[in-house]
């Protein structure tokens, strides 16, 4: 009897602790009391305002204003709600509420007690009606939350736009996200989304059984403040920017300009332009996303790849310099162009059959000097091939080509650096050789580069062998960058000492080449010249400068599609960017007016057509007299 009472006893000292224990976790610790009072305890989001977007010189870009919408926590709606009165409030029809109440149910992802967007953009006229009556509706809330305003209304391609987070973007971020959430898409909204976005507040109240609000749980222990986002300083200047793509309308193609000294952009314009604003409207924004033909959202700077023609030509010279195939002092013979075999590639630069040094085959463009400068590289080793065009590619790499930059950009292309191996592949193993790829010299064949890509090598040139990471964003909340990406040089493989040279011949393209007609008077330019070839209608019109000559501050590439040729568009461009940066005004206000005014629309439906016309999809409009014509015939 005496063990019986003391396993009863142990038993029950047991059962004592337990339920202290259970006691202590659900009463004595507030982890455990916040979430056993889960079912009378209402959490209050306070979403934050979203960081400014400010220019190098301060100027707001974007802002915010504030938007009301209406949340829903599904497990609130009991059999008792009032579903007339509610629907009758907001001015919505029954099936409207049930169709709303059944895609969020239905939902993959659903969750009873996570709040969902019910109803968006609720006027304040409708906002102040239903805040007087929805205390009798406590499954649903009134969210306020911040949305943009964009104060210029240029750089849509740079700033992006924000909208609704869908489920697979949630799940990336769970412990941040819900439904509802507005998040960066594209631009600097998207890749600076985290220091964009700020930190969620929280508040935490004590409803009653009606799921009225009668206080502060914890006297707020548990609340947290709202804390918003950081405020962005972008490293380009606005009005850099606004006229590039002044320039642009009614064209097609892109305008980048760097500071080669840091690798900030200044401009990166890009053609059709977009007005941010426009991508606060859905259906304007779905419009722009959706037009195939001018594609507007496609960034031409970043993404788009051309063949960057004879500005190409001083990089070529430059590996040719570096892997000992060349000297500065090199010559060639020029006999109105390359030729080889039945081979002939065209030359105009009015030098023929006299040796051609480097520095006048720049000037003049010379097609045959950088033709037999490429041959001489790729047969280094004439044993194989593939030793010195791989030895170029490498060099190329270098200078950024061929691959990704590593922007803080979220889009960007590689372009195309071709290697023996992507010939093997192409050609076949020992079927290529250097008179069928001799087009590379100059910039065409297998290569193709972005106009990033382009500013990037020139800002190389300009600094004589290196060149620092573009990006777009300067300081993030009054704090310079920081990251050894972006603050770090990149030397290429190609020494110093070879760039003199070619700094020379590019100022030769102003002095007798084909920049002369726009020279200016304040500071001296060095570029280049570009025509790529282009199998879908004109040639495209390309040109790189570097500005001014002794202590380079800014560099510039263009390319206008379908442009003719490298000095009728881009050319003029890139010095009035230039002229503009340096000297805060433009005197050449006939040029500027030129290229603002010019339009290539004609050119592009041409193209279109000529498009569809091998396709066998074009259909002749009927001209007017023509229907006129048919329709009294078949009066009579």
């Given amino acids: 009897m005496k063990k019986l009472v003391i396993i009863y006893g142990i038993i029950f000292f047991i059962v004592c602790l337990f339920i202290a224990r259970l006691a202590y976790l659900q009463l004595g610790t507030d982890r455990y009391q916040l979430n056993a009072f889960n079912t009378s305890i209402k959490q209050e989001i306070i979403y934050p305002n979203r960081g400014d977007i400010l220019d190098r010189k301060g100027k707001l870009l974007v802002s915010n204003t504030y938007s009301y919408e209406l949340n829903v926590i599904p497990k609130h709606i009991t059999d008792s709600f009032d579903t007339i009165g509610f629907t009758t409030l907001l001015g919505i029809t029954k099936h409207q509420f049930d169709s709303i109440i059944f895609s969020i149910t239905s939902a993959p992802d659903y969750k009873r007690m996570t709040p969902y967007p019910f109803l968006k953009s609720i006027s304040r006229e409708n906002f102040a009606r239903m805040q007087e009556r929805l205390y009798l509706y406590p499954a649903f809330s009134i969210v306020k939350r911040p949305e943009r305003k964009y104060m210029v209304n240029s750089a849509g391609n740079i700033l992006g736009y924000i909208n609704e987070a869908n489920p697979a973007y949630i799940k990336t971020d769970s412990n941040y996200y819900q439904p ?175 040796p051609q040094g480097l520095e006048r085959a720049i000037g003049k463009s010379c097609n045959n000097y950088f033709s037999e400068a490429f041959r001489d590289i790729v047969r280094k080793d004439s044993a194989d091939y593939s030793v010195g065009l791989n030895q170029w590619a490498s060099i190329m790499n270098s200078f950024g080509l061929g691959k990704f930059m590593g922007t803080d950009l979220p889009v960007g292309s590689k372009g195309t650096i071709p290697t023996a191996a992507f010939y093997d592949k192409m050609m076949g193993e020992g079927v290529w050789n250097p008179y069928r790829i001799i087009f590379n010299g100059m910039g065409q064949g297998e290569i193709t580069t972005t106009p990033l890509q382009m500013a990037n090598f020139t800002a190389v040139i300009a600094n004589k062998g290196h060149y620092y990471t573009p990006h777009i964003v300067k300081e993030i909340e009054g704090e310079a960058i920081k990251d050894s990406n972006f603050v770090v040089p990149k030397k290429t493989l190609v020494d110093p000492k070879y760039f003199q040279t070619i700094l020379i011949g590019m100022e030769n393209v102003f002095t007798m080449g084909t920049a002369r007609s726009f020279r200016v008077n304040d500071f001296i330019q060095l570029g280049k010249t570009g025509t790529s070839q282009n199998s879908q209608g004109q040639d495209h019109s390309l040109f790189v400068l570097i500005a001014p ?88």
């Fill in 180 to 354: 509802g959430d507005l998040v960066g898409i594209s631009g600097v909204e998207k890749s600076y989304e985290k220091e964009l976005r700020g930190i969620k507040g929280v508040k935490n109240h004590i409803v009653d059984i009606h799921m009225n609000v009668v206080g502060p749980y914890k006297n707020g222990e548990y609340d947290r403040p709202v804390k918003s986002g950081k405020t962005l300083m972008l490293t380009i200047d606005y009005d850099l920017q606004k006229l590039a793509e002044d320039m642009l309308q009614n064209k097609r193609g892109a305008i980048v300009a760097l500071d080669p000294n840091t690798g900030e952009i200044l401009a990166l314009a890009s053609a059709p332009t977009i007005n941010p604003s426009d991508f606060l409207n859905s259906a304007t924004r779905n419009a722009l996303i959706q037009d195939s033909i001018s594609k507007p959202t496609f960034d031409r700077a970043l993404q788009a790849t051309y063949p960057p023609g004879s500005t190409f030509k001083m990089v070529t010279a430059l590996a040719g310099m570096q892997m000992g195939t060349m000297k500065p002092e090199t010559t060639y013979v020029c006999k109105h162009g390359f030729r080889y075999g039945r081979m002939r590639i065209a030359c105009h630069c009015g030098l023929y059959y006299a």
């Fill in 549 to 636: 000559k002794d202590n380079p501050k800014i560099v510039v590439a263009a390319i206008v599609e379908n442009g003719y040729w490298g000095a009728r568009w881009a050319g003029p461009m890139t010095s009035l960017v230039a002229e503009k940066y340096l000297t805060d005004t433009i005197k050449r206000t006939g040029l500027l007016n030129q290229m603002k005014n010019g339009n290539l629309q004609g050119e592009y439906r041409k193209q279109w057509i000529d498009y569809l016309k091998r396709k066998g999809l074009y259909v002749e409009p009927i001209k007017k007299d023509s229907l006129e014509t048919k329709q009294n015939i078949a009066r009579n």
